[in-house]
């Protein structure tokens, strides 16, 4: 493996477990053979990955942190136990969250606790089945006393 993909990959690695922890780093990059990082043909900086032609993760140049893909939110779900990085909300909102909808407090059932503000979160229903990707808008322990208020700014639905 040649220096500047290794000093790229640990790169990657450090701002996976910043942001998500050393355990979803490890299931995200399981596979380094497979893993091809993109870079800005102006700037040559990292700007995504992918695993195997699909795309795994974005890197925001504004924030230097990963938004998910919906095969990272995938593997995620594959791989750990509900509700790490997720967002558990009502059956019966399913098909507006799916449509790209945000998603209020009042139809969170069940939410990683370890997530704060800004944190890229996976919204699934009560079976486990991705639905969205989206940013939490507030800390944990307002969404899960509020009845109201915008908890999770939805990125992208399933369905969008």
Partial sequence: MNTTRLLALRKLHAISDYQFGPVITKILFNNESEIEI???ANTNKIKYIHLKDELLL???PTTGLFT???LAAKIIINETKCP???AVVL???SKFIKKGRNVFCKHITDIDTDLRPMDEVIVVNQEDEILAIGRINIPIAYIKTFNRGEAINVRK???S
């Fill in 157 to 159: 639905g399933i369905g």
């Fill in 91 to 93: 059956s019966e909102i």
């Fill in 38 to 40: 993109i870079r800005s």
């Fill in 68 to 70: 998910l893909s919906f």
């Fill in 58 to 60: 974005s890197l925001k």
């Fill in 84 to 86: 790490k990085l997720r």
